[in-house]
């Protein structure tokens, strides 16, 4: 399965805007606090802590890559210090820490992320799954539904930069 999104980074009145538009249009399906550490690794590798439980997560390709083949496999909300553990033992070390505060709805057939990401920014998601002869198409729907919300599709140079910036200064960032 591949997971095809688009992303941009948002204002908080675009952020307000988009709230309101997706508790109207859309279906709600939760919120959430999310504690994930990225890892030093050959592939994509992070450990992601949410309020019902944890996930080790592997996305083949670069981190802002519109389309990648995901893997995760969820434990219990407890297994995250001992996961974590386990990975450091194995000679992982963190590279990056990210608190986010995610908002999730079902737009359509899409799904909706409104992101508030503590020292790195406001960012809006739009994700599909698909497989593999699909993935040209629904990442022309996502364009289009970004346009129709009024977002400009932010550069993954720019998603690159930003994201170079952040992992340099994160544990000040989140006050380490």
């Known amino acids: 399965m591949y997971e095809v999104e688009l992303r941009s980074f948002i204002t908080k009145e675009k952020y307000d805007e988009l709230l309101l538009f997706f508790n109207e249009k859309g279906q709600f399906l939760s919120e959430d606090q999310q504690t ?9 590798l992070r450990l992601q802590q949410n309020k019902a439980h944890c996930k080790l997560i592997v996305k083949k390709g ?12 969820s434990f219990a909300h407890d297994d995250f210090k001992p996961l974590c553990e386990l990975l450091l ?36 998601e739009l994700e599909k799954q698909c497989g593999t002869g699909e993935k040209d198409q629904v990442l022309e729907l996502l364009a289009a539904k970004l346009g129709f919300l009024g977002v400009t599709l932010t550069s993954t140079h ?10 340099k200064n994160w544990k000040e960032l989140l006050n380490f």
């Not at 990056?96 to 909706?112: G, N, Y």
Request: negative net charge; without cysteine.
């Open 36 to 44: 994930t550490y990225y890892f030093e690794s050959p592939v994509d």
């Open 62 to 73: 670069a981190i802002h890559d519109a389309v990648k083949e995901e893997f995760e496999v």
């Open 89 to 124: 033992a194995l000679g992982y070390k963190v590279s990056v820490q990210w608190l986010r505060k995610r908002l999730a709805f079902r737009w359509e057939d899409v799904l909706v992320m409104l992101d508030d990401t503590k020292g790195y920014g406001l960012v809006l």
């Open 158 to 167: 720019e998603f690159d930069q930003k994201f170079a910036e952040y992992k």
